[in-house]
């Protein structure tokens, strides 16, 4: 995803000179062949996100579209006071980019484990959140990114996603992307999770069970539509590599809440039971509660079979 | 911009009518900081009459230049001295810190003209303006991006991970100024979090340093000539300078001048 990031907004930045790209001193062969043919819109700022993020901003204020480049919690937790102050309040045109969501990182630990970053930005006013579900996607928000001005947070995954979608996509604000449909539920996803859904659908269609399986990439404009018509077909289970505290399932149950839209949400994320263990993503992804398995049982559960 | 007939080309009368509003305003308002605004105000008055290249007139100009007051707590400083030179209507300051009032305690930005940064939480107003800096840099754009911080800030890491950048990339048009009044929240800086020695920690970092004493017109004015190198002015002040009971007293980061407070103050602030 990562890599899809990389080129597609260098596409964008070899047609737009006010495109800038700056790094916390990280993407060691994602990142070249920008430096290499924009080294004018390329900034390695060195380990320092907080002074870092300032600075996005102030560039962003010269008429820049800044897009802040490091992994998961360094370019959000970290500093967050400068999202909150020099980007959110004073509107300023920066495009914050998490690397590595959820357990993407894998054995390299907790400090690197992205599961609370999607509640914390979801908290902040003015900044748009996308998560998008594979390469096909992020390439399609990152030109979307590229040519919007507001404040906005994309998180990615890392590298080798499996591909959801079939064929390029062309993704708005305010618009799920439903990759398959079903006639007794939905599950709704975002980010490289959405793996475990497909797989989830797989397992319930030949159970006799069918069910939607969308992706959810602009988080921070429910699809309206697509959400009372889902609720009216049977419950929703959303699926996010993150913390239930606040984040992509708990938006739409406040969004629910507040449209009156009638949905049986159940939540699935990662259950965050021992912070300190140590394995591979999908390893951590199924200790924490993340498997297709545990789609299937939410909606045998729901559906009364 | 705003028809302003009294607009000051001398300092001292800029600076003096700038402390006077501040007793007046923060006193009005029941806020803080005027030892903090009194301290700062000098400096202030020096750039916004002719060093820093900025006006009403030039505000859409992309190479005018920039002042930040990353000290957003010595706000009433900068609306003073911004009101007075034309940027916005005197009125503005009579309702500081009032219900839906253009400005607040701390630095606003939103529909104030001349006011580049919102700020008010320490160590943000280097970054920014490095950031400016650098882009400007980059963008083959002229124009001097001058920072004004208290020294107390300078505890803040970014002040020192900005320091590194703007040496790493030649910034010589970036201009820090410190308010070096020695003293911060509780205490003494020296008390609090050994600043010193400060200027060789500057210099360490790559930047040229000068130190001017930050009431004297003549000696800021000239600190403030431009430099090949990142510059830092360490101007020597007095919290709460020109009144004599606030001067160098922690109380009155936080005490609210009363009636005869105002009067006292007042008595001590006019034309020599």
Known sequence: MRNAFAETLLEEARKNPNIILITGDLGFGVLDKFQNELPNQFINSGVNEQTMMGMAAGIASTGKRVFVYSIGNFPTLRCLEQIRNDICLMNNSVVVVSVGAGYAYGSQGYTHHALEDIAVMRALPNIEIVIPGDPIEASSVTSFLSRSSAPSYLRLGKSDEKLINDSPVSLVPGKYNEIKRGKEGTILFVGSIGKIAIKAEEMLRSKGISVSVTSAPYLSHPDRVYLEKASKIGPIVTVEEHSIRGGFGSSILEFCGKELINAYVRIVSASQTNLSQIGDEDFLRTANGLSAERIVEEFISLLGY | ?272
């Not at chain 2, 806020?31 to 009403?56: E, F, K, M, Q």
């Not at chain 2, 707590?73 to 911004?82: F, K, R, T």
């Not at chain 2, 130190?211 to 003549?218: P, Q, R, V």
């Not at chain 2, 430099?227 to 606030?246: H, N, Q, R, W, Y």
């Open chain 2, 1 to 272: 911009m705003i028809e302003q007939p009294n607009r000051f080309s001398s300092v001292s009368e800029l600076a003096l009518a700038a402390r006077r509003e501040i007793i007046s305003m923060t006193a009005s308002a029941k806020a803080s900081h005027v030892g903090s605004a009194l301290s700062v105000v000098d400096i202030l008055s020096v750039l916004y009459t002719g060093v820093a290249n900025t006006s009403p007139e030039n505000l859409e100009d992309a190479d005018r230049d920039i002042v930040i007051l990353s000290k957003g707590h010595a706000a009433s400083a900068l609306y003073s001295v911004l009101s007075l030179q034309g940027f916005f209507p005197n009125e503005w300051l009579k309702s500081y810190c009032g219900n839906n009032a253009p400005l607040g305690g701390h630095v606003t930005s939103k529909g104030v003209p001349g006011v580049e940064l919102s700020t008010g939480s320490l160590g943000h107003g280097l970054p920014y303006g490095l950031g400016i800096a650098m882009s400007r840099k980059k963008s083959g754009v002229f124009g001097r991006v001058f920072v004004v911080m208290s020294d107390g800030e300078c505890d803040e890491g970014t002040t020192w991970e900005s320091a590194m950048i703007a040496h790493h990339y030649n910034l010589d048009n970036l201009t820090v100024i410190v308010d070096r009044n020695g003293i911060q929240s509780l205490t003494l800086t020296e008390d609090t979090l050994k600043l010193e020695p400060f200027e060789d920690k500057w210099k360490a970092f790559g930047w040229e340093t000068r130190i001017s004493n930050g009431h004297d017109y003549e000696s800021l004015s000239n600190a403030l000539s431009k430099s090949s190198k990142p510059l830092c002015v360490i101007a020597e002040t007095t919290k709460g300078k020109g009144v004599d009971f606030m001067e160098n007293s922690v109380l009155w980061h936080y005490k609210s001048p009363s009636k005869e407070d105002i009067e006292r103050a007042f008595s001590q602030l006019k034309e020599s």
